[in-house]
């Protein structure tokens, strides 16, 4: 069974870092993004298996980012997780208005991320 693929669309160094660290370590293929627009660019080449977008990136925000890969039909079906430091009320339902299936807040819990990220991802055939 070939590892799955995550992309992560993050622009803070330190938090791709830690997430990639993370990640790698439980058995997943990592692809990064450090824009919306590359993440969508690398979202349709490459067509991971979930993506962990950040939501407040600079320019085009995660939101955004994701409203559009759920409007292309060659990545529609993506899962998509927000990531975000924000706690304001609404934050989380916005992100799932705009097409995540889930929202993961920082600082993330090292202990379970890639166990969090993992139940959000398609089962493989």
């Known amino acids: 069974m070939k590892a799955q693929r995550i992309l992560i669309v993050e622009d803070n160094p330190m938090n791709m870092e830690l997430a990639t660290d993370l990640l790698e370590v439980a058995g997943f293929t990592v692809l990064l993004a450090k824009t919306a627009e590359a ?9 991971p298996d979930l993506i962990l977008m950040d939501i407040g990136l600079p320019g085009m925000d995660g939101l955004e980012a994701t409203r559009r890969l759920k409007q292309n039909p060659a990545t529609a079906h993506i899962p998509v997780v927000a990531v975000s430091a924000s706690v304001m009320t609404g934050d989380e339902a916005k992100a799932f208005v705009a097409g995540c299936c889930a929202y ?16 959000h991802l398609p089962a493989q055939p």
């Open 39 to 47: 993440g969508l660019v690398l979202a349709n080449a490459e067509r």
């Open 104 to 119: 993961i807040s920082r600082p993330i819990d090292t202990r379970q991320f890639a166990k969090t990220v993992a139940g």
